[in-house]
T-cell receptor
Framework: AQSVTQLGSHVSVSEGALVLLRCNYSSSVPPYLFWYVQYPNQGLQLLLKYTSAATLVKGINGFEAEFKKSETSFHLTKPSAHMSDAAEYFCAVSAPSTGNQFYFGTGTSLTVIP | KAGVTQTPRYLIKTRGQQVTLSCSPISGHRSVSWYQQTPGQGLQFLFEYFSETQRNKGNFPGRFSGRQFSNSRSEMNVSTLELGDSALYLC?????????????FGEGSRLTVL
């Protein structure tokens, strides 16, 4: 079985500061891991994904995440926050053998303070 | 290329009624998944259809059902609506191969049950 825990339902950072959104996963098989972003009144958009290649994954809009098997973590970072980064972020896990069944975390709302 | 289209975008129903939501995937995508999004619960997987067959099913009661047509369009139905069914229902499409990681989401259908 797979599950995801996102630590911190709300995170606030100042514009220009480091963004760190935490995600820990549980999976009985080697997982695929994803970060999605949701802007108000919109669907989810893929930021980046880990599918067993490089452990440091770079995504869109300057975001990146590092897969750490020993810590079962997949934290999302961005060196410098921009006002446009304010959104809801979801971490998700899936197992390669389960089709397109994804397990999402409960989300982290990111606020960027000018 | 047109994105995932969900209709209707907003609807209001009363307890005991039923509702049908529609999803048109991206052209060429054969997999359609449905998710229920509520505050605090995040996204909960309902079911996934691939080539008109239900490939995966989440842990929802039988009041929630779906189907997929030969053109890959999908519908989900909720019968005997309850107040707790109020949520944003998201549809996501993908090419269909096992876990490519690219789920493309629609903007959702927001259901309010009174």
């Amino acid at each position: 079985a797979q599950s995801v825990t996102q630590l911190g339902s709300h995170v606030s950072v100042s514009e220009g500061a480091l963004v760190l959104l935490r995600c820990n996963y549980s999976s009985s098989v080697p997982p695929y891991l994803f970060w999605y972003v949701q802007y108000p009144n919109q669907g989810l958009q893929l930021l980046l994904k880990y599918t067993s290649a490089a452990t440091l994954v770079k995504g869109i809009n300057g975001f990146e995440a590092e897969f750490k098997k020993s810590e079962t973590s997949f934290h999302l970072t961005k060196p410098s926050a921009h006002m446009s980064d304010a959104a809801e972020y979801f971490c998700a896990v899936s197992a390669p053998s389960t089709g397109n069944q994804f397990y999402f975390g409960t989300g982290t709302s990111l606020t960027v303070i000018p | 290329k047109a994105g995932v289209t969900q209709t209707p975008r907003y609807l209001i129903k009363t307890r005991g009624q039923q509702v049908t939501l529609s999803c048109s995937p991206i052209s060429g995508h054969r997999s359609v998944s449905w998710y229920q999004q509520t505050p605090g619960q995040g996204l909960q997987f309902l079911f996934e259809y691939f080539s008109e067959t239900q490939r995966n099913k989440g842990n929802f009661p039988g009041r929630f059902s779906g189907r997929q047509f030969s053109n890959s369009r999908s519908e989900m139905n909720v019968s005997t609506l309850e107040l707790g069914d109020s949520a944003l229902y998201l549809c996501a499409s993908s090419l269909g191969q096992m876990n490519t990681g690219e789920l493309f989401f629609g903007e959702g259908s927001r259901l309010t049950v009174l």
